[in-house]
């Protein structure tokens, strides 16, 4: 038996609340875009209701049933997926607190947040139960593609009730043939001679995909229409709702949508995960025909950048919790103290479990930092004069493949750590680390695997425009090493380094613009790419921490002389394997493995 009942989830150990004010405030001067136009009605004032709203929110209605929705997962019965009550309760008190349109216009009923300050609320809600979180996650994605794309009447049919709350929203890209491999796609879509389609065809893997927490679910749909060409350039998208939907936005009869079964998943197990069939089904073209998977990208992206966000607070959360545990929890002595009479101490006095925390610290808080920074660049992206605006999307594209993968692997690596810290207790159900490893654990594959993201950062983002964003990234990174203060000149001149080798090996990988040889160890680049990045995002904070005193800004100094020290290092490796160009993954006959 445990010592003690199933650990309590609190605001304490959701998120730290001081983090996200150093990281908004201090850092990345949030408050400045108040001067801006769209978000001239906000303060620092307004920010932080609703950073504390969305605490208080998450701690009570979104942590009270993490633990029922992953013991108790969505049943498949009477052609339906049944959820517990607590996620329609739990979403009913997000829809009303604002925060699903936070980021929208006001004339759509938006509150017109900066997207880093609504990215940090929602962070959250992903920390306190990132299965009941990703309904409005989707949700959101959806009505802002359909914003961007679609015709004003379909805006006003299907955007507006779910920014309401009434309707919940999807991506169909997978089937159940073709999984990440979307050229396969084989849905068809025939026009129906009155402006709409019929699709039909199969999809799977659909997070939120059926339910019945809301009045209908508005799909979004990869699919081919008639004589389109075969590959991806023959995808459309369409707006294929579970019930037909009446001009007025009312949901009528249903639509030729059907539930097929449930995936059974590891992690996320709050979160209907479905095959959906789709039988000559109404649907709505997005712009035009042969341009979806383009459109879908606006949201595959922002879904990406949410992963990695998730990966964060999941990191987080575990790393929280086993700080507490390790404060509280007493066992054996120091190294030095040989008395078995001696009292025994907490073990966090112990040199590895220091280690193991000190590392979940600069994970999480360097993941954070990497997402928030991210956010802010879309908010320059919208907001910023022509040529900031531009900077911002170049900078952004660039960084999304890292911004997905890397908290994925290595905010997965802090609840590694929370299970160890916590010992024999760590892999019993009766303490929460061993489900945020389990949710977290799918975030490497959510929304293209990690072997994805290194085929698009090295194969697409650094070649892209002559390498243009690759210079901006490196730009940006050397700019911070000569803003760091004359103590932290060391970090300074390591970072220097890495931009250099970066530079290089990048230049030697597609030296004779062979891409089998220059991918064959994409996932060794995007590994020390993101760790080069994430070791700029420490000097950043450790740039800010500079001359301020108190156990917050050490822990800052402390964490990224750890970083420097012990966790850059790593890319010397990952950068000899690809500067040798070895092709032993792409030679090998598979039929030795």
Not at 125 to 145: C, E, K, R, V
Not at 178 to 197: E, H, K, M, N, Q
Not at 231 to 260: A, E, Q, T
Not at 330 to 344: F, L
Request: glycine share 10%; proline share 5%.
């Amino acid at each position: 038996m445990p010592e003690r009942e199933t650990a309590v989830t609190t605001v304490s150990n959701i998120l730290s609340q001081r983090d996200l004010e150093f990281l908004l405030y201090e850092w990345l001067d949030v408050e400045s875009l108040t001067a801006r136009p769209r978000f001239a009605e906000h303060s620092r004032e307004t920010f932080d209701a609703f950073l504390q709203v969305s605490a208080q929110i998450a701690e009570r209605e979104f942590a009270t049933h993490n633990k029922r929705g992953d013991t108790e997962e969505p049943r498949f019965a009477d052609g339906k997926a049944h959820v517990i009550p607590e996620v329609k309760a739990a979403l009913t008190a997000f829809n009303e607190s604002g925060l699903l349109a936070g980021g929208l216009d006001a004339e759509d009923g938006g509150l017109q947040l900066p997207h880093v300050v609504h990215r940090a609320c929602f962070a959250w809600f992903q920390a306190a139960n990132i299965a009941t979180s990703a309904y409005p996650m989707l949700t959101m994605g959806n009505a802002n593609l359909l914003r961007t794309y679609a015709a004003p009447e379909h805006v006003a049919r299907f955007v507006a009730p779910m920014v309401e709350g009434r309707f919940t929203g999807t991506m169909c890209l997978s089937e159940p043939q073709a999984g990440s491999s979307l050229s396969d796609v084989t849905t068809r879509a025939v026009p129906a001679g009155d402006g709409t389609y019929r699709i039909t065809g199969s999809k799977m893997w659909i997070s939120g995909g059926d339910h019945e927490l809301s009045e209908t679910i508005v799909h979004l749909v990869l699919a081919r229409a008639a004589g389109a060409p075969p590959g991806v350039k023959g995808l459309s998208l369409f707006i294929v709702p579970k019930h037909v939907v009446g001009p007025d936005g009312v949901p009528g009869r249903r639509n030729g949508v059907d539930l097929v079964g449930l995936n059974h998943k590891m992690g996320f197990r709050g979160t209907t995960n479905a095959a959906l069939s789709f039988t000559d089904s109404e649907g709505f073209l997005v712009g035009e025909e042969g341009r979806g998977l383009a459109y879908m990208f606006q949201m595959m992206n922002a879904a990406r950048i949410g992963v990695g966000a998730g990966a964060v607070a999941l990191g987080y959360t575990g790393y929280l919790h086993a700080l507490a545990y390790a404060r509280e929890r007493v066992q054996g002595r120091p190294v030095a103290g040989k008395d078995p009479a001696a009292p025994p101490v907490p073990i966090i006095r112990h040199p590895d479990v220091r280690r193991m925390l000190l590392a979940s610290k600069t994970y999480v808080e360097g993941g954070l930092a990497l997402i928030l920074y991210a956010a802010r660049l879309v908010d320059e992206q919208h907001t910023g004069d022509t040529a900031e605006a531009a900077e911002a999307a170049l900078l952004l594209d660039m960084l999304t493949p890292i911004v997905k993968a890397w908290p994925s692997r290595w905010c997965l690596k802090a609840n590694d750590h929370a299970i160890q810290v916590h010992g024999g207790y760590g892999y019993t159900r009766e303490y929460p680390v061993e489900q945020f490893y389990r949710d977290n654990r799918l975030n490497p594959i959510h929304e293209g695997t990690d072997g994805i993201q290194g085929l698009d950062l090295l194969g697409r983002k650094v070649t892209m425009r002559d390498g243009a964003g690759l210079s901006l990234l490196v730009g940006k990174i050397r700019e911070a090493a000569v803003r760091a203060p004359a103590e932290l000149g060391w970090m300074a001149e390591r970072l220097e380094a890495g931009c250099a080798r970066l530079v290089e090996v990048t230049g030697k990988l597609w030296s004779d613009a062979d891409p089998t040889t220059a991918l064959a160890n994409s996932t060794a680049y995007l590994n020390a790419a993101g760790h080069l990045v994430v070791a700029w995002m420490w000097l950043e904070q450790a740039t800010a921490a500079a001359g301020r005193e108190g156990a917050f800004y050490d822990g800052k100094r402390l964490a990224a002389r750890y970083f420097f020290a012990h966790e850059l290092p790593r890319t010397t490796t990952w950068f000899d394997l690809l500067e040798s160009r070895d092709t032993l993954l792409a030679d090998l006959d598979d039929a030795c493995l």
